[in-house]
């Protein structure tokens, strides 16, 4: 199956641009994109209400009408999957890439190599979602995909894996053990927690939080890295 990318942006020479920029890195990687293109986020979600097959969403940030950030958290309520990268001539809006998990922002003009890049992350973001770990409780022996999973909570003997389901798998072991299972988008986080980097939607000095509501402390002295961290994530 074509790996599937929506262009949404109301400037024709943006859209054309950033196909022309697609079409380039398909072609030299012997790669096939099915490439869908939109003038509004109005456009896009009819399109997206009769199809939802979406890998990754290049989307403006200013728009008439709906603008991109709106869009990307009316997307994120239905998909946690598609990778969305940001397409602005501004810097002001990073901070609402923690509200929808944007993987990128890509500032106008887009530079070739710097979408290559990005692309190339989306790339490497569907492949490391068929990624998986095995875990045994009591009761069951679950393989889960390590995108599927929020957190890791040691206490005592035991470790909690919470997962984006809302479920939560008890087995016995240590969080070292795990940070050695799973890949560099989890971040050990006091001696508590092995967090899933990529689905954390903000983060205070105190607490970060999840797109489900939940929220976890943030230990004394974590922040600065943690915050590091999910910036080198975007």
Do not use: W
Request: hydrophobic share 35%; proline share 3%; aromatic share 12%.
């Amino acid at each position: 199956m074509a790996y599937k990318i929506h262009i949404v942006d109301d400037s024709p020479s943006d859209v054309k641009h950033l196909s022309e920029l697609t079409a380039s890195f398909a072609n030299r990687h012997g790669l096939t994109f099915d490439v869908r293109c939109h003038s509004s986020a109005e456009s896009f979600l009819f399109y997206y209400e009769g199809d939802k097959s979406c890998d990754l969403l290049l989307l403006d940030i200013e728009m008439p009408g709906m603008d991109g950030v709106t869009l990307a958290k009316r997307i994120r309520e239905q998909n946690e999957g598609v990778s969305i990268v940001f397409i602005t001539g501004y810097t002001d809006y990073i901070a609402d890439g923690y509200d929808v998990s944007a993987l990128h922002y890509l500032i106008k003009p887009v530079s070739e190599e710097k979408f290559e890049e990005v692309l190339g992350r989306a790339l490497a973001r569907r492949q490391r979602e068929e990624r998986t770990i095995i875990l045994k409780t009591n009761t069951e022996t679950v393989k889960l995909p390590l995108s599927h999973i929020y957190y890791f909570e040691a206490f005592r003997n035991y470790v909690n894996v919470i997962t984006r389901d809302g479920n939560a798998y008890t087995v016995r072991g240590t969080l070292s053990y795990f940070e050695n299972e799973v890949d560099s988008h989890f971040m050990r986080v006091g001696r508590s927690y092995l967090v899933n980097l990529t689905k954390l939607r903000r983060i205070t000095r105190t607490e970060m939080s999840f797109p489900d509501g939940k929220t976890l402390p943030v230990p004394r002295g974590y922040y600065e890295a943690l915050n590091q961290a999910i910036i080198k994530k975007l």
